[in-house]
């Protein structure tokens, strides 16, 4: 089973969309395994951002994603990477299609709602550096046989 780090960003977090976000992932199957509102520092958001170092978006992204409290989590399941992408929609919320939920909520690429990890190895990297290891739970759950065949 795949791990990977999901964040509702400032926008979603003033908008009220939480709860609407989370709901997609668990009606979906996926089991939360991690779950913190914070507030990140321009120092963690420069490393989580680092690979847009230098982009001419790179100081409003940093400025944006710190402006106010997010929803972090770390959800599993099977091929949740990739499958959370594919949930989540294209960057830009006009490209995205339609039903995801950038598209959904979204119109403005510096304003798209949610974030959520691109590969397998930058999951592993997000996720240690916003979550502790004790933050993370292990727990079975009953309905799992209900999902998984
Ligand atoms: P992703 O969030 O879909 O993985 P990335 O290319 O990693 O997309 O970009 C990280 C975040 O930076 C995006 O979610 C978006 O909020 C912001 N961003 C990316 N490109 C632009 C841009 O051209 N203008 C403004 N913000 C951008």
């Known amino acids: 089973m795949e791990r990977t780090y999901l964040m509702v960003k400032p926008d979603g977090v003033q908008r009220g969309l939480v709860g609407q976000i989370i709901?997609?992932?668990?009606?979906?199957?996926?089991k939360i395994v991690g779950l913190k509102m914070m507030q990140i520092s321009r120092e963690v958001a420069e490393k989580h951002y680092g690979e847009h170092v230098g982009k001419p978006?790179?100081?409003?992204?940093?400025?944006?994603?710190?402006?106010?409290?997010?929803v972090a989590m770390v959800v599993e399941g099977k091929d949740v990477v990739s499958a959370a992408r594919e949930m989540m929609g294209a960057t830009?919320?006009?490209?995205?299609?339609?039903?995801?939920?950038?598209?959904?909520?979204g119109v403005d690429v510096g304003r798209n709602?949610?974030?959520?990890?691109?590969s397998l190895e930058s999951?592993?990297?997000?996720?240690?550096?916003?979550?502790?290891?004790?933050?993370?739970?292990?727990?079975?759950?009953?309905?799992?046989?209900?999902i998984y065949e």
Do not use: C, M
Request: glycine share 10%; net charge negative.
């Open 23 to 30: 709901s997609r992932f668990e009606q979906r199957g996926y």
């Open 57 to 70: 978006f790179f100081q409003g992204l940093v400025d944006f994603i710190t402006s106010g409290p997010v």
């Open 92 to 105: 830009n919320p006009l490209k995205a299609a339609p039903g995801t939920i950038r598209a959904t909520f």
């Open 113 to 118: 709602v949610i974030h959520g990890s691109d």
């Open 123 to 146: 999951a592993q990297r997000e996720i240690a550096l916003f979550f502790r290891p004790e933050e993370l739970v292990d727990y079975g759950r009953a309905i799992d046989s209900w």
